[in-house]
């Protein structure tokens, strides 16, 4: 995507509001890039306005709150794909964070190798813009339920949001945490309309159904009160009229500068630096990012770490840093108001607070919501671990879980029943997913239990998570995907028939229903069908919900598959392996089509009688096999089997292999 900004003056159909402002855009290397349109530019005045706010002062000590006006912190909002991360791309090329000619990847900050491969944002991450003098610091964050986590923490460190909706398929389950999320913490809301370009928009009814949202999340008068932008995030573009004409992004910024507030905050005061996320980095160790809440973090200074229900310690700045376009930049000190960046603290963890040693303040410690699901990594036992491998060992695991419990707060870890294993409770199945799928790509060998949701005691009744499942699908998918949800205990509570062809339909469901679903669900619905769920709270045990209802072809012995025995196999169901596959007693080759497990031989050749009949081997036609992707095999396994999970592959096998 290129800068959508022209030399020279806007033609007509630009938005009111762009006649009447000037535009700023330095690019990294300091240079104006782009500039026109009086009056000249005035920079924003630092700590121009002076109010008092004891109310967000932990210790209601009278401090002197300024308003930092040359400052903005908001976080970028929304259910997964409704252009998050796109948006953030065009902000970044209309300020002038990139040269013209620049060669930079699309949907830039999602710069994980899994984030770039699932074209999803796994991990909140920060950027900066200067717009019109003012520093904006965004916070692009996942839109996916299963990093909702990430979301949360995150609002620790903005003062205003922007909450995205796609203009196509209005709120959606995770619209609605975060908005929620948002609103409790009585963060304004900016609401942008995004994807306006797509065919089949409903740009009024999305409206209203946000309206609708608002209300139902009981918003106060002035929180309803919000203004509403509309995107085409790909092409650069924001309006404040649906029907009205534009280039750029300029009437989103000014909706920035004008409605999300500024940091109020005391730089006088001792420091008070929330820890919101932690990185790393190989140069300097651990860092941890968050807002400084007041006074001034500087470098090389001695600070208090302050964790919660202990002494403060004492700890030493090694860098002190603040962010500008995609970069940490170095600093000496930096003022309340901003997010910054702080490395040296060994021990610094996420909701710690640096303050001052003479006179520590901690700020209020961070919660997140609780894990629902839970499954059990432990040591790769079957006969081929140890292959392509580094990681093989249970002290290997359990060093690399204690590292992800640093930087991931929404996980917990605990030692399973069974020495060589661990429990991880999570989210959901991608947030266990994407763990696994990092610890493979670095070399770890594993073996994965089924994942199981967490079930609780709630007024001495066992219960467990449930859901609200949103399933879009075309009208004549409805009956069948109503008998598959009622199948497995779901309770439809809303039909609505929009008229574009799909019907939207939600249910209350547990959890526990929604393992292994997806799936089954795309297959039904021919890929059509969108599945979106959110967890709505602990309801009592559903009960009884049957589990797959096929059979496996389980190997009877170690070898290699062969083309004859998988030819004469593959009328009993689906085949996973391909000739020339190394296979072991106990792993699972295939699914029957019964619901009864069966071993098989794979491994079985024909009986050669002369050289035409074994020539005649690769004569005989194989049905491609089904292959599973992590998740996949996650939810496709039984209780009594595991996934085998190695950089190189991805095995299904039972518990016991005799
Ligand atoms: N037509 C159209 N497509 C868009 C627009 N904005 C984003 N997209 C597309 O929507 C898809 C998702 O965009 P992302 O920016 O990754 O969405 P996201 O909200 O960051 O997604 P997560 O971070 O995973 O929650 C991509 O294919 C984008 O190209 C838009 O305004 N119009
Ligand atoms: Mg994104």
Known sequence: MRSRFSDGCPETGLAPVFLHSHLDFHSLNGRVSRAFVEPPVTAAEPFCRETERPDRHPHSIRMDMQTRNDLRNLAIIAHVDHGKTTLVDAMLWQSGVFRENEQVAERVMDSLDLEREKGITIMAKNTAITYRGTKINIVDTPGHADFGGEVERTLNMVDGVMLLVDATEGPLPQTRFVLGKALARGLPPIVVINKIDRPDRRINEVLDEIYDLFID????????????????????????DPDGRGRDLVPLFEAILEH???????????????????????????????????????????????KPDSPPLGASLSQVY?????????????????????????????GDTLGDLPEPRPLPVITVEEPTISMVFSVNTSPLAGRDGKFLTSRHIKERLDKELLYNVSIRVEQAENRDSYRVNARGELQLAVLVETMRREGFELSLSKPKVITREVKGQLSEPMELAVVDVPEKFVGIVTEMLSSRRGKMTRMINNGFGRVRLEFEIASRGLIGFRSRFLTETRGTGILNALLVGYMPH???????????????????????????LQPRGTIFVNPGEPVY??????????????????????KLTNIRAAGSDEALHLIPPRRFTLEQAMEYISDDELVEVTPGAIRLRKMERR
């Open 585 to 606: 007693a106990g792993m699972i080759v295939g699914e029957n089509s019964r619901s009864e497990d069966i071993r098989v031989n794979i491994t079985k050749e024909k």
């Open 217 to 240: 999340l009981d918003a106060t008068e002035e929180q309803l009160d919000f203004p509403v932008l509309y995107t085409n995030a790909r092409a650069g573009v924001a309006l404040t």
């Open 260 to 306: 999300i507030p500024a940091p109020t905050c005391d730089p006088e005061a001792p420091l008070q630096f929330l820890v919101t996320t932690l990185q790393h980095s190989d140069y300097v160790g651990r860092i941890g990012v968050g807002k400084v809440v007041n006074g001034v973090l500087r470098r090389n200074r001695e600070v208090a770490l302050l």
């Open 322 to 350: 603040t962010y500008e376009g995609l970069n940490r930049v170095e600093r000496e000190e930096v003022p309340a108001g901003d997010i910054a960046a702080v490395a040296g603290v060994d021990d610094i963890f996420i």
């Open 542 to 568: 559903a009960g009884e919900i049957a589990g797959r209802p096929n059979g496996v072809l389980v190997s009877d012995r170690d070898g290699r598959a062969v083309t004859y025995a998988i030819h004469h």
